[in-house]
């Protein structure tokens, strides 16, 4: 071989052996030693998403990284989002020069932003949403001037806005919502003419909306709501005619709404000014606003007649107007103009000063119509037959009105209807069987009218029932058992009516029944069922002023979330129940006004959870404890149990009493006993003349119930047997 050919191979050996293999990469650039730099400042990485950040891989083919296409080792793109990353963000970011995006949203970074991010010319998209950084807004970021999208939403910045920001004239998106930003918008943000979209929400500025912002003619979204901003809207916003979203929701926002956006805003789609100061009237120019979707001036100070002229908002799908001082005139004509905005879908106007009554037109409301909301007005007059044909309601609220008249069949063909408020009405008729037809019904409320006849047993059809309220009527008869059938059931409450009959152990079966169960008020009799026990998760369960007798079921202890009991004014009789020990949650057990018998419960003094017993006005006996729970107990939850003793000095009960006998007996066996009974007979008389003279009228117990008392005392007693013993001597010493 010749020495040209030796000294070619060897040079070509010697280059093969320095050049390194592609398994063998080192990371010997500047970019690769700025992300092992950031890698290192990550803490937690719980789904292993960088197990991919090592040496032995070529960075470009990490995990998030996109390098430049034509010049080689070169990252223009860090992408790291939704990762549940942990950790600081590193300042040697800023040594990818070459960087056009990062996006760090989503995770849990903490500490600072790095003011060396400002030296970053070619960023463009910087995204830093939904962390946990702190600190300042950085000054710095105005060095990234090709810089178009910043969000820096959901962390908890703090500090003013910087002045820095107004010389970002590229940004086109800014959205530094949802952090604890102080001080006053700043003026200089006009100086983004660029703009489409700006994001200042969920902080804590003050001061007024600064007109200057009509300078921004491209922004399309504003939102400045949960704020603490004052003052009047700006009429200058109406230049801004891009606008598309605008939100000043939950603000101090005052003054008139400015008519002139009516006239300029064509664009506008969805407009947010609830919850402000706003007064004044709704400006017949925003009829004018012929793109909107959304229209929400809801809980202001508004005023006047809704314009009819908001019947030309075709495209109109949500209007909420509630919680304002609006009136209308007698016939809502208004609500007739709307029925041309066909693709309406949700429309509450409840909380107001609506007076009149409810339009036949109603009926032509929009078929997706399916929320129609008008509680808390003035409105007089019967449902409309119409009603019926909105066969796309979900939820109709028509409670605390003065709605008279009958409640219409119609109401049968709302098939999709889930939720119907007509309680605090004037309400009058019967139920009508048709009601049974609303297939998808989860609450009715009816409660608090004046309907008559009986509780028609088609509601046992309503299969998705969940909420019943027939309360503070006029109903009769029997309780239906196919109510039984709404095995939904989370709350059933019929009280203050004239219903009849037992209470239908069925009904005790709805095994769903976990808010509270009220019958009281009414003319129910018969025992309680023992199958009460089954209604293991109910919170209340309310059976006053009924004619129930017999005994309580000790199976009552079986209901293991009850908090509050009530079986007073009936005429239940035995003692009370030990299972009652059993219910750890009860808090408020009224027994008052029955037959009771027995003694008071131990077990009630270490009863820790128990806010009030009452169990006055029964025929208790035996010494009341003075321990634990009735140490500081008055005497009003015993008052009116003759045959008790004891107890502390702020019952005022009197003292237990030991007889004692100092001579042989020489009397007939039942003499002493006799003797108590008549002791127990005058006791019982005063207690009598004491209850009715009760200030209170609904503390005087029913007369039948004390005479029931009196007589059942004296033929105790037995005058007939009671025997001469005038002649001999007894001594009673108090104890």
Same mark, same amino acid.
């Given at each position: 071989?010749?020495?040209?050919?030796?000294?070619?191979?060897?040079?070509?050996?010697?280059?093969?052996?320095?050049?390194?293999? @592609?398994?063998?990469?080192?990371?010997?650039?500047?970019?690769?030693?700025?992300?092992?730099?950031?890698?290192?400042?990550?803490?937690?990485?719980?789904?292993?998403?960088?197990?991919?950040?090592?040496?032995?891989?070529?960075?470009?083919?990490?995990?998030?990284?996109?390098?430049? !296409?034509?010049?080689?080792?070169?990252?223009?793109?860090?992408?790291?989002?939704?990762?549940?990353?942990?950790?600081?963000?590193?300042?040697?970011?800023?040594?990818?020069?070459?960087?056009?995006?990062?996006?760090?949203?989503?995770?849990?970074?903490?500490?600072?932003?790095?003011?060396?991010?400002?030296?970053?010319?070619?960023?463009? &998209?910087?995204?830093?949403?939904?962390?946990?950084?702190?600190?300042?807004?950085?000054?710095?970021?105005?060095?990234?001037?090709?810089?178009?999208?910043?969000?820096?939403?959901?962390?908890?910045?703090?500090?003013?806005?910087?002045?820095?920001?107004?010389?970002?004239?590229?940004?086109?998106?800014?959205?530094?919502?949802?952090?604890?930003?102080?001080? /006053?918008?700043?003026?200089?943000?006009?100086?983004?003419?660029?703009?489409?979209?700006?994001?200042?929400?969920?902080? &804590?500025?003050?001061?007024?909306?600064?007109?200057?912002?009509?300078?921004?003619?491209?922004?399309?979204?504003?939102?400045?709501?949960?704020?603490?901003?004052?003052?009047?809207?700006?009429?200058?916003?109406?230049?801004?005619?891009?606008?598309?979203?605008?939100?000043?929701?939950?603000?101090?926002?005052?003054?008139?709404?400015?008519?002139?956006?009516?006239?300029?805003?064509?664009?506008?789609?969805?407009?947010?000014?609830?919850?402000?100061?706003?007064?004044?009237?709704?400006?017949?120019?925003?009829?004018?606003?012929?793109?909107?979707?959304?229209?929400?001036?809801?809980?202001?100070?508004?005023?006047?007649?809704?314009?009819?002229?908001?019947?030309?908002?075709?495209?109109?799908?949500?209007? &909420?107007?509630?919680?304002?001082?609006? /009136?209308?005139?007698?016939?809502?004509?208004?609500?007739?103009?709307?029925?041309?905005?066909?693709?309406?879908?949700?429309?509450?106007?409840?909380?107001?000063?609506?007076?009149?009554?409810?339009?036949?037109?109603?009926?032509?409301?929009?078929?997706?119509?399916?929320?129609?909301?008008?509680?808390?007005?003035?409105?007089?007059?019967?449902?409309?037959?119409?009603?019926?044909?909105?066969?796309?309601?979900?939820?109709?609220?028509?409670?605390?009105?003065?709605?008279?008249?009958?409640?219409?069949?119609?109401?049968?063909?709302?098939?999709?209807?889930?939720?119907?408020?007509?309680? #605090?009405? @004037?309400?009058?008729?019967?139920?009508?069987?048709?009601?049974?037809?609303?297939?998808?019904?989860?609450?009715?409320?009816?409660?608090?009218?004046?309907?008559?006849?009986?509780?028609?047993?088609?509601?046992?059809?309503?299969?998705?029932?969940? &909420?019943?309220?027939?309360?503070?009527?006029?109903?009769?008869?029997?309780?239906?058992?196919?109510?039984? !059938?709404?095995?939904?059931?989370?709350?059933?409450?019929?009280?203050?009516?004239?219903?009849?009959?037992?209470?239908?152990?069925?009904?005790?079966?709805?095994?769903?029944?976990?808010?509270?169960?009220?019958?009281?008020?009414?003319?129910?009799?018969?025992?309680?069922?023992?199958?009460?026990?089954?209604?293991?998760?109910?919170?209340?369960?309310?059976?006053?002023?009924?004619?129930?007798?017999?005994?309580?079921?000790?199976?009552?202890?079986?209901?293991?979330?009850?908090?509050?009991?009530?079986?007073?004014?009936?005429?239940?009789?035995?003692?009370?129940?030990?299972?009652?020990?059993?219910?750890?949650?009860?808090?408020?057990?009224?027994?008052?006004?029955?037959?009771?018998?027995?003694?008071?419960?131990?077990?009630?003094?270490?009863?820790?959870?128990?806010?009030?017993?009452?169990?006055?006005?029964?025929?208790?006996?035996?010494?009341?404890?003075?321990?634990?729970?009735?140490?500081?107990?008055?005497?009003?939850?015993?008052?009116?149990?003759?045959?008790?003793?004891?107890?502390?000095?702020?019952?005022?009960?009197?003292?237990?009493?030991?007889?004692?006998? #100092?001579?042989?007996?020489?009397?007939?066996?039942?003499?002493?006993?006799?003797?108590?009974?008549?002791? !127990?007979?005058?006791?019982? /008389?005063?207690?009598?003349?004491?209850?009715?003279?009760?200030?209170?009228?609904?503390?005087?117990?029913?007369?039948?119930?004390?005479?029931?008392?009196?007589?059942?005392?004296?033929?105790?007693?037995?005058?007939?047997?009671?025997?001469?013993?005038?002649?001999?001597?007894?001594?009673?010493?108090?104890?």
């Amino acid at each position: 071989m010749s020495y040209h050919q030796n000294f070619t191979v060897t040079v070509f050996c010697l280059i093969c052996c320095l050049m390194p293999a @592609k398994s063998a990469f080192v990371c010997n650039f500047t970019d690769c030693q700025a992300l092992f730099k950031f890698k290192a400042g990550i803490i937690s990485d719980p789904e292993g998403q960088l197990q991919d950040w090592k040496e032995a891989n070529p960075f470009c083919n990490w995990t998030g990284i996109t390098c430049h !296409q034509s010049i080689q080792n070169r990252v223009i793109d860090l992408e790291l989002t939704n990762m549940d990353l942990q950790g600081s963000i590193s300042p040697f970011l800023s040594n990818l020069s070459l960087l056009t995006k990062l996006s760090l949203q989503s995770n849990s970074f903490h500490g600072e932003i790095p003011t060396t991010l400002g030296v970053l010319s070619q960023l463009e &998209y910087l995204n830093m949403s939904e962390n946990k950084l702190t600190g300042a807004f950085p000054a710095s970021l105005h060095g990234c001037q090709s810089l178009k999208f910043l969000d820096l939403t959901t962390n908890s910045l703090s500090g003013v806005i910087p002045e820095e920001l107004g010389w970002m004239k590229n940004l086109t998106f800014l959205a530094i919502s949802q952090n604890n930003l102080t001080g /006053v918008i700043p003026a200089f943000l006009s100086n983004l003419t660029e703009l489409t979209r700006l994001e200042l929400a969920v902080n &804590y500025f003050t001061g007024k909306i600064p007109w200057e912002l009509g300078a921004l003619t491209r922004l399309e979204i504003l939102y400045l709501h949960l704020n603490f901003l004052e003052g009047a809207i700006p009429a200058s916003l109406s230049n801004c005619t891009a606008l598309r979203e605008i939100s000043l929701i939950e603000n101090r926002i005052s003054g008139e709404l400015p008519a002139e956006m009516g006239n300029k805003l064509q664009n506008l789609q969805k407009l947010y000014f609830i919850n402000n100061n706003i007064s004044g009237r709704i400006p017949v120019t925003f009829s004018n606003l012929s793109q909107i979707t959304l229209l929400d001036l809801s809980i202001n100070y508004l005023e006047g007649e809704v314009p009819e002229e908001l019947g030309k908002l075709k495209n109109l799908e949500i209007l &909420y107007l509630h919680s304002n001082n609006l /009136v209308s005139n007698s016939s809502l004509s208004f609500l007739t103009a709307l029925t041309n905005c066909s693709f309406l879908q949700k429309l509450h106007l409840g909380s107001c000063l609506f007076a009149g009554s409810l339009p036949a037109s109603i009926g032509n409301l929009s078929k997706d119509l399916y929320y129609f909301n008008l509680l808390n007005n003035r409105i007089r007059g019967e449902i409309p037959y119409s009603i019926g044909n909105l066969s796309g309601l979900v939820t109709l609220h028509l409670w605390d009105n003065r709605l008279d008249g009958i409640i219409p069949a119609t109401f049968g063909k709302l098939k999709l209807l889930q939720r119907l408020y007509l309680g #605090r009405n @004037k309400l009058q008729g019967s139920i009508p069987d048709e009601m049974g037809q609303m297939e998808n019904l989860g609450l009715l409320d009816l409660g608090n009218n004046s309907i008559t006849g009986s509780i028609p047993s088609s509601l046992g059809n309503l299969s998705q029932l969940r &909420y019943l309220d027939l309360s503070q009527n006029s109903l009769s008869g029997n309780i239906p058992i196919k109510l039984s !059938q709404c095995t939904l059931m989370m709350q059933l409450d019929l009280s203050f009516n004239n219903l009849q009959g037992p209470l239908p152990p069925e009904i005790t079966l709805l095994a769903n029944l976990d808010l509270f169960l009220n019958f009281s008020n009414n003319n129910l009799d018969g025992e309680i069922p023992e199958s009460i026990g089954k209604l293991v998760s109910v919170q209340a369960i309310d059976l006053s002023v009924n004619k129930f007798s017999g005994l309580i079921s000790s199976s009552i202890g079986s209901c293991a979330s009850l908090e509050y009991l009530n079986l007073s004014k009936n005429m239940i009789e035995g003692t009370i129940p030990e299972s009652l020990k059993q219910i750890t949650y009860l808090k408020v057990l009224d027994l008052s006004f029955n037959q009771l018998t027995g003694r008071v419960p131990i077990w009630l003094a270490n009863a820790s959870v128990m806010q009030n017993f009452n169990f006055s006005y029964n025929r208790l006996t035996g010494e009341v404890p003075s321990t634990g729970r009735f140490k500081n107990l008055n005497g009003s939850s015993l008052i009116g149990n003759a045959g008790l003793c004891g107890g502390s000095a702020l019952m005022r009960l009197q003292p237990c009493v030991v007889q004692k006998k #100092r001579r042989k007996e020489s009397l007939s066996g039942d003499a002493s006993g006799d003797l108590q009974k008549l002791e !127990q007979c005058c006791l019982q /008389v005063l207690n009598a003349g004491m209850m009715c003279t009760e200030e209170n009228p609904l503390r005087r117990p029913p007369i039948s119930l004390l005479t029931g008392e009196l007589q059942h005392t004296w033929k105790e007693m037995g005058f007939d047997r009671l025997s001469m013993a005038g002649k001999e001597s007894y001594d009673f010493d108090g104890v």
